[in-house]
């Protein structure tokens, strides 16, 4: 939701900050798969929840403390606008986008086949 919206108004998506998200975005998919795993074998390891938790506290410092102020200096208003009508949408229709089908499908929070930043359309 955010990335595009960068992307369209000439956002750096290569900034250390982005990549930095991204990459931890993938590691904690990664341990929530690994942690979803450990539970259906009933072995959860305290490891990967330590681990998990620890991740998590990181990148949501990036986020709160570096990326986002970034962009709310970097971006345009039309582009925080845009976001926010976005964030809005999500809030009160949930992770639909206007131009993804709805009938036969749902959305999935977990990861899915080529899907590289989680959740993804499924054949309901």
Do not use: C
Request: proline share 6%; aromatic share 8%; hydrophobic share 40%.
């Amino acid at each position: 939701m955010l990335l595009p919206v960068v992307a369209r108004f000439g956002g750096d998506l290569e900034d250390e900050p982005v990549v930095e998200m991204l990459t931890q975005h993938a590691r904690i998919r990664g341990l929530a798969m690994q942690l979803g795993d450990e539970v259906e074998r009933e072995e959860v390891q305290s490891e990967t929840l330590q681990t998990l938790g620890e991740l998590l506290e990181t990148h949501i410092r990036l986020e709160e403390r570096v990326l986002f102020p970034a962009l709310e200096e970097s971006l345009s208003e039309e582009a925080l606008g845009e976001i926010s009508s976005r964030l809005l949408a999500y809030k009160l229709q949930g992770p639909n986008e206007p131009w993804a089908p709805v009938e036969g499908f749902y959305y999935t929070s977990w990861p899915g086949l080529g899907d590289s930043e989680g959740g993804g359309w499924d054949l309901g």
